[in-house]
């Protein structure tokens, strides 16, 4: 039931992250929600696995935090490569047009 609550809380991280963090128009809309989910349910099998409560609070913080963390990454990383390539690209196809 936890782990429920874990994927709610990673949606809700990666949606938030999703509206407030700046490259929204560099990817897909369900590209940051689906990364707060799957790293939300990753950190807390692994802090599970590693010994930590359920019931605990550290758990709780460290994976909603650790979440908030690789969306944020995530989403910058994305932005500004995509960003590049999309420059990059540009350049090359109109690398010698002649402007009419």
Do not use: C, N, Q
Request: proline residues 2%; positive net charge.
């Amino acid at each position: 039931m936890e782990l429920l609550f874990v994927v709610l809380g990673g949606a809700i991280i990666g949606l938030a992250g999703r509206y407030f963090l700046p490259h929204r128009h560099t990817h897909g809309s369900a590209l940051i929600p689906a990364v707060g989910v799957a790293s939300a349910s990753i950190l807390w099998v692994a802090l599970t696995w590693a010994g930590l409560k359920w019931d605990d609070g550290w758990i709780w913080w460290i994976t909603l935090l650790g979440t908030a963390l690789v969306v944020a990454v995530t989403d910058l990383l994305v932005g500004r490569l995509r960003t590049t390539g999309d420059d990059r690209l540009l350049h090359s196809l109109t690398k010698g047009a002649v402007a009419r």
